[in-house]
Each structure stands twice: as C-alpha cells, then as structure tokens.
C-alpha cells in the first residue's frame, strides 16, 4: 500500500513554518551581535539567510514538481546521481537529520517547562522536573505521544500538528506586536549601532555567523519530504515552499528588530538567551516569567513536525531496499508508516536517556548542509542533461536563484571548515563512513547500482 495524496496548501505551508520555528531564533542572535558587534548587519545577514533559503526553496520547488514523492533530497540524488548519494543522506538523515532534532527539542521543552514552573514556585510537580532521570521520561513521553499521534492516522495527526503551528504563529506575532508597542523610542538608536570595527579577520567569522543563522532557517525543504501525500503537486508544492519560508522570514526579521532595540547591546551580545532577555527588558520580570512556557509551546509543534517529517525518508529507502523493507509497509487501515515511525521513536529516545543527541546535532551541522547542495547542483545536472523531462514548474531567474544558493552554502562550510574545524572533520568523517556501510548493505541484499 502506497502513502495517500490528503494534505493540501495549507497544511503544507503550516508544516514548513513548524519545521523552520524553534529555538534557534530565539537562542542566535545574541551571539551574532557578539561576533560581528554590529547591529545592522545582524539585520543584514538574517535577511541573507532569507534569501538562501527561498533560493533553496525555488529550487527545490522545480525538483518537487519534476518527482512528486516522499522523500526529498534522498528521491532527487538517487534520480540524478544514483544510489550511493542517496543512500548517504538516508544515513545523515536516520542518525542525525531528524531523530537527533526530536531528542534535542524535547528535552528543550521539558526544560523550559520546568524552569516556568519553578518560576511560579510549582514545588510539588519540581521536586520531579528538577531530577535529570525524570526530565529525560518526560521528554521519551512526548516523542511517544507524537509518534501514537502520526501513527494514529495522516488526517488526524496534521490537525493536531497544524493547530500547534497555528498557536507557534500567534504567540510569535503577539511577541513581535508587544514588543513595538512598549519599546521607547531610543530602541531606533540600536538598529543601526556598532560596537567595533570590522577587519579582514571578521570575514570568515561572517560565514561562519550566516552558518550559524542558517541552522534557525533549516526546514524550509520540509514539505518536499512529504511530497507523495500532497494534493495536486504540481501547483501546490512551488506555494507551499514559496510561502513557508516567506513568512518565516518575516517573522525572523521582525523578532530580531526587536530583540535588538528591547535593551542596550551589552546586555544581550554573546548570550544564548537573548529572548528571555528581551522579554525581560520589554515586559518585565513578570512577564517573562512565562516566556518559558511559550517556547515550551513553540516546541511542540517542532517536535510533532520532525516526527511526521523523518519517517517518509526511511519509507523511500525502504521501498528501494536501501534500508529494512519492513519500513516501507504503510497501514492499510491507518494509512501511515508505522515501521518508520516507530524506528525513529526508538532512536530519538535512545538519543534521549544516552544526552548524545545536541552533541550530534553540533558535530553534524556540516554534513546537514552538504546534501540540499548537491541536491541543487543536481537541479543544473538535469537542466543540462535531461531537459526533456517534464517540468511543471521551473525555478524563476534560473540559473541566478540556484546559483546564490550554492555559492553562499558553500562559503558557509568553508567558513566553518576554518572556524569548527574538529566538529567538521568529524562531519566529513562520519560521511565517509556511511560509504563502507552503502557497500555492505548493497552486498547483502543485492541492490545493483
């Protein structure tokens, strides 16, 4: 049985802003100001990591449409460079893209949820949420229910997914709206204030902040992975990226706007917790008090978004035998991929009780980057290879917009090659590796390139 076509425009769009918005854009932007001491370009360097990834997004869009399926990057390199590409991000994405993404997030949110409730001296339910073994339960919990929840059906879990999304929205445009509303006016002053001076040293520290923002701006390609279940691909598909990452942008640029006038730069610069500070600066103790319990919120829908997301890669693997056949059985009465889902339940729980998963996330932050770029050279490959396979959609500005793509990506990775040189060597390595592991695999089931 084959994955349903049920989800249309807006459930798409809603998946992408959940898969975008999480913590990172409320944890970068006071380290970027601290790197490179200048507000504006902060500013400027978010808007350019807008346009990498709508440019990501355009191009994406022209692949989606050519091959409508689940899968995303996985089904475009297995299409235009064969099995062992395809194969490898399968292997990035089982072990870090998705599984150690829902592990991070959960544990974020139980403890953020029990820094609100410690605020509100709630001791009867801390005495629990304080222990490390609880918070680790409480976090495996989650993952179980949102896993039970896209098992239990496509239908209902993206009602529950887009209502969660929909709360993320509001309670991220009530911040933005509060925060216009009481800043004073010497907030302006900060918009455009530098703190030292730029030098030839700063340039690589510039990648290396785009990389960084970066990381707040993955999951615009969200809605390629489950581009099988799309209603009409072909018109909706190039809307749904368009827009996902549209608003998004927006809604970074307008929060970073007022993190950045909400109080005097040496309060926030080269801080994670620059939007506890901002609601504290704007608002008040009082209120910020809740601020906890909103990104808590904010939390979920990321967590239920990696968890519908991940398990459609697996489920193109499998249908391929790139990975356990088991996986690519879909529930003839629930109509989801169960096997799928439940792997990736395993490990990010594993990932969980065993606290690897942020260690993974930060080693493998290059390797996350190498597969949508090679994926996008793969849409210029097949521009010039194939061009009588059908297009329903064509990346606009072509070869412009893809091109602003992969050159930026790939100073980004330079800049962290010479920036997190062990953490990248580290990337690359456990790349290499997946290589021996393809061959093994391709032997013992007899996969032919």
């Known amino acids: 049985m084959e994955l349903r076509r049920q989800l249309g425009l807006y459930t798409g769009i809603l998946v992408i802003i959940a898969d975008m918005i999480g913590t990172g854009i409320f944890m970068t932007t006071g380290n970027i100001l601290g790197m490179?001491?200048?507000?504006?370009?902060?500013?400027?360097?978010?808007v350019v990591g807008g346009i990498v990834a709508l440019c990501g997004a355009l191009s994406y869009s022209e692949l989606a449409t050519m091959w409508p399926d689940?899968?995303?990057?996985?089904?475009y390199l297995k299409k235009i460079f064969g099995n062992l590409p395809a194969f490898l991000t399968g292997w990035i994405s089982l072990l870090v893209g998705f599984t150690a993404p829902v592990?991070?997030?959960?544990?974020?949110l139980v403890q953020y949820l029990n820094s609100f409730l410690c605020n509100i001296n709630a001791t009867s339910i801390t005495a629990y949420t304080n222990n490390i073994f609880w918070q680790k339960t409480f976090a495996a919990l989650i993952i179980i229910a949102f896993s039970l929840t896209h098992i239990a059906g496509v239908r209902r879990g993206t009602n529950i997914q887009n209502a969660l999304t929909i709360l993320k929205i509001g309670i991220v445009a009530a911040f933005i709206i509060a925060g216009f509303y009481v800043v004073d006016s010497t907030g302006i002053e900060r918009l455009y204030a530098s703190y030292g001076s730029i030098t030839v040293q700063s340039v690589p520290y510039m990648g290396l902040s785009l990389l960084i923002i970066m990381f707040a701006y993955t999951g615009w390609n969200g809605a390629t992975y489950i581009a099988g279940e799309i209603v009409n691909p072909e018109k909706n598909l190039p809307k749904i990226m368009f827009w996902g990452v549209t608003i998004t942008t927006v809604l970074y640029l307008l929060l970073n706007v007022v993190f950045v006038i909400s109080t005097d730069a040496s309060?926030?610069?080269?801080?994670?917790?620059?939007?506890?500070?901002?609601?504290?600066?704007?608002?008040g103790?009082?209120?910020s008090n809740f601020f906890s319990i909103t990104i808590a919120i904010i939390l979920l829908s990321s967590v239920s978004a990696q968890m519908m997301l991940g398990p459609r890669v697996y489920y193109a693997m499998a249908k391929n035998r790139m990975i356990f056949h088991s996986l690519a059985k879909v529930n003839e009465r629930l109509g989801t991929p169960v096997y799928a889902i439940l792997l990736q339940m395993i490990l990010a729980i594993i990932y969980v009780y065993s606290g690897s998963a942020m260690t993974l996330v930060i080693y493998m932050g290059f390797a996350l980057n190498v597969f949508p770029v090679l994926a996008v050279i793969g849409l210029m490959v097949t521009r010039k290879k194939h061009p009588e396979i059908?297009?329903?959609?064509?990346?606009?500005?072509?070869?412009?917009?893809?091109?602003v793509y992969i050159i930026l990506s790939v100073i980004m990775m330079i800049a962290a090659l010479m920036c997190w040189t062990v953490t990248s060597a580290f990337a690359i390595g456990v790349l290499l590796f997946g290589i021996p592991v393809y061959y093994l695999w391709q032997r013992s089931v007899g996969i032919k390139d």
């Open 103 to 108: 592990a991070t997030s959960s544990m974020l």
């Open 285 to 287: 103790p009082a209120v």
């Open 267 to 283: 309060a926030i610069m080269g801080k994670d917790e620059i939007g506890a500070i901002a609601a504290n600066a704007l608002f």
């Open 36 to 46: 490179t001491q200048n507000a504006l370009i902060v500013l400027f360097l978010w």
């Open 70 to 75: 689940v899968g995303g990057e996985y089904l």
């Open 390 to 403: 059908k297009r329903p959609y064509t990346t606009p500005l072509y070869p412009l917009v893809p091109l």
